[in-house]
């Protein structure tokens, strides 16, 4: 037999009837049940749901931080401890979680010392990357001199530095305020656009989930599961003020309904 040949976009992320229980003293805690979800090549990707709903535990089992117990998962087409081996992604957290007594460059540099990399080709990442988050010029900076967004551009950067396929952010804009956190989500769009990356991305926030995605998975709690998976036909291109248009308004009120479907606030 013949293979036939894959057409359309590489699929970087499958998963299928993926289910995690942790054993407690208390009894089992299922974090989550029977997900299924598909993520292309170049797709961005938000997931959305109320605290403790599973978001950040989904985005720790694509990165190998957690152990499915039923179910299955490939990134990249290969298991996850596979695709971590490989350094097939980025992982961005809450928290800048730089070094404070390191400069700017040396945090970025920090995967690419533990890879071996030369210091001819650590410099060229560190002065690229550092050009594609917008902080050229603050390389011997140290992280208590910048702002928290600036901090957290340059936690992006070395998330990059390693040049993977993959970005996964956990909710890496939740501590900043509106301003910042939509100057910040402007420039990840223009970012995402000059990289081409696959971006998974945890948020509460309903705007930001509309604003970047081209898909928006909602999850509800207890256990965590997948209640909608909607796919937004916004242009790429998009700006702040696509937030006033009724297109905008439209997946805004879906994703609404599914949060408020999805769980119940009475408990």
Same mark, same amino acid.
């Given at each position: 037999?013949?293979?036939?040949p894959?057409?359309g976009?590489?699929? /970087?992320?499958?998963?299928?009837?993926?289910?995690?229980?942790?054993?407690?003293?208390?009894?089992?805690?299922?974090a989550?049940?029977?997900?299924?979800?598909?993520?292309?090549?170049?797709?961005f990707?938000?997931?959305? !749901?109320?605290?403790?709903?599973?978001k950040? &535990?989904?985005?720790?089992?694509?990165?190998?931080?957690?152990?499915p &117990?039923d179910?299955?998962?490939? /990134?990249?087409?290969?298991?996850?401890?596979?695709?971590r081996?490989?350094?097939?992604?980025?992982?961005?957290?809450?928290?800048?979680?730089?070094?404070?007594?390191?400069?700017?460059?040396?945090?970025?540099?920090?995967p690419?010392?533990?890879?071996?990399?030369?210091?001819?080709?650590q410099?060229?990442?560190?002065?690229?990357?550092?050009?594609?988050?917008?902080?050229?010029?603050?390389?011997?900076?140290?992280?208590?001199?910048?702002?928290? !967004?600036?901090?957290?551009?340059?936690?992006?950067?070395?998330?990059?530095?390693?040049?993977?396929?993959?970005?996964?952010?956990?909710?890496?804009?939740?501590a900043?305020?509106?301003? /910042?956190?939509?100057?910040?989500?402007?420039?990840?769009?223009?970012?995402?656009?000059?990289?081409?990356?696959?971006?998974?991305?945890? &948020?509460?926030?309903?705007?930001?989930? /509309?604003?970047?995605?081209?898909?928006?998975?909602?999850?509800?709690?207890?256990?965590?599961?997948?209640?909608?998976?909607?796919?937004?036909?916004?242009?790429?291109?998009?700006?702040?003020?696509?937030?006033?248009?009724?297109?905008?308004?439209?997946?805004?009120?879906?994703?609404?309904e599914?949060l408020?479907? !999805?769980?119940?606030?009475?408990?």
């Open positions: 037999m013949v293979d036939t894959q057409t976009p590489k699929r /970087v992320i499958d998963i299928d009837r993926l289910s995690l229980t942790f054993e407690t003293n208390d009894g089992p805690v299922h989550l049940s029977d997900i299924d979800l598909k993520i292309d090549e170049g797709d990707v938000s997931f959305i !749901g109320p605290s403790g709903c599973g950040t &535990t989904l985005l720790r089992v694509i990165a190998d931080l957690e152990q &117990t179910g299955s998962i490939t /990134v990249n087409g290969v298991s996850p401890e596979d695709a081996l490989k350094r097939a992604y980025g992982y961005v957290f809450q928290a800048a979680a730089l070094y404070p007594w390191r400069t700017i460059a040396k945090n970025v540099a920090l690419l010392e533990i890879m071996g990399l030369s210091k001819a080709e410099q060229q990442r560190i002065s690229r990357n550092m050009e594609l988050v917008n902080l050229t010029g603050f390389e011997q900076k140290f992280p208590w001199q910048l702002s928290g !967004g600036m901090q957290q551009r340059a936690s992006i950067a070395r998330a990059l530095a390693v040049e993977p396929d993959l970005l996964l952010m956990d909710e890496p804009f939740g900043l305020d509106e301003i /910042v956190r939509d100057h910040l989500n402007e420039q990840l769009l223009q970012l995402w656009a000059k990289t081409n990356k696959t971006v998974v991305f945890v &948020t509460h926030s309903i705007p930001e989930a /509309v604003f970047l995605s081209t898909k928006i998975v909602v999850l509800c709690p207890r256990p965590g599961r997948i209640y909608d998976v909607i796919e937004s036909d916004l242009p790429r291109d998009r700006t702040l003020d696509v937030r006033e248009t009724p297109e905008f308004l439209k997946i805004a009120h879906r994703v609404r599914g408020k479907a !999805g769980h119940s606030y009475e408990d």
